[in-house]
């Protein structure tokens, strides 16, 4: 969740009159904002979690979001890393016993992390409502899905999950049994193509799905071990090949992973962070290291618009994290621009076509929610949190009379959702990715 969400949600009528009379009361201490009852509350993807912190709260290009109209029940997107800059959130002995948060080697030297061994990953938490105690924050499309599907009690903690994958037929089983036979809806909000990057100096070469496949098995190739080397898939270099794979539980590496054929990982596979453009330059030869890759974050990172593919006129959104605020010089105050690149062309010696998967962005949701809450999102209003910003049907009691329809779809009184109208989908593409909205009921 951006800081703008945490900050400016903090003061109420409750707040104003405090200051008013000069009194100070004791706070509690949350890392982020505690969202009130009536909040609408998100967690999930980490490939998303940029895309709606931006419908939340507005982006880096001046364009605002849906609480910059200071309305008094707000989005809240709870980011799937506990750090802005979409990493993983390190402590000292993590799982190795060995590794520790790096700091660089000083300002302007970027996501330089100590890392022997596995990510020494935390659990990091956060609070669902104000007045409950913390709960681990879901890390990931899958993560985001179950936690949305195991929050079955009213009042709901949780009203929606992000998600870059399909839900599981284990997932839309849950849900149905969960919540009443209704189950899950979806909306679309947006394309992003899933390639595989590398370093743009590396020895790397256009791989199909078979080449990727039988890579991140880490057998049959010419190296040690019968790992793969570049000369193996038709690359000039006998070097051994760094396979990297996301997080187990993210909807990224859930893509991937059917997108090959749900291979065995081998002993060489790597783990990462999802959608980290800096993961190469954390193994021991990143020029022979490939990851799977966002292009909609690549995207982010270099200052691209997702809708049209050109530069946004600002450039990219991320900063060097080892620059404290404030900071002087060229380093610390241009953004982000890892030297890597997306594979998305070009044709592999064997296999066929390159890969690319030019994945669907979801919202999910229950589908009770759009007919069953009857509260509306704002005070004097008269639709409620899901019609106000994700999915606005022409049906259900009072919402079939003065209807709209635009494009293919149809939309009840009011009109489109927030996400659906023009400014939502300026957020959407300033996040990196192509605008789109469809709905998918029935999970």
Known sequence: MRNLTKASAALGAAGALIFALGVALPTAANADYGPSGTDVVGVGSDTLQNMIDFVADGDALGDPGYNSAGAKNRLVNFDASADANVRLAYGTGGQSGTCAPGTGAGAGSAFNLTNSA?????????????????????NGSGAGRNALIADKTQPYKINFARSSSAASAQNISDAVTNFGGLGLDSVNLGTDPLAMMSTTTSHAVPLSTTQIAAIYTCTGGGGAGGQWRWSDVGGSSNNLIIPIVPQNGSGTFQSFMADIGNPTLGSCVKVSEENDPYAPFTTTSPDDAIEPLSGARLNLFDGILGATGLS???GGYFKDPSCPYGTAGTACNTPLAPTVKLWTTGTPSAGGSVYVDNRTMRIYFRDSDVNGVTAPMQP?????????LFYNPCS???????????GSNTYGPGG??????????ALISAAGFAPIYSVSLGS
């Open 118 to 138: 596995a990510p020494c990953i935390l659990n990091p938490t956060i609070v669902l409502r104000a007045g409950t105690s913390p709960v681990q924050r879901p």
């Open 380 to 388: 004097g209003g008269t639709n409620n949190w899901i019609r106000t």
């Open 416 to 425: 489109a959702p927030y996400v659906a109208k023009s400014a939502g989908q």
């Open 312 to 314: 946004n006129g600002v």
């Open 396 to 406: 259900g009691t009072g919402h079939t009379t003065g209807c709209t329809t635009v």
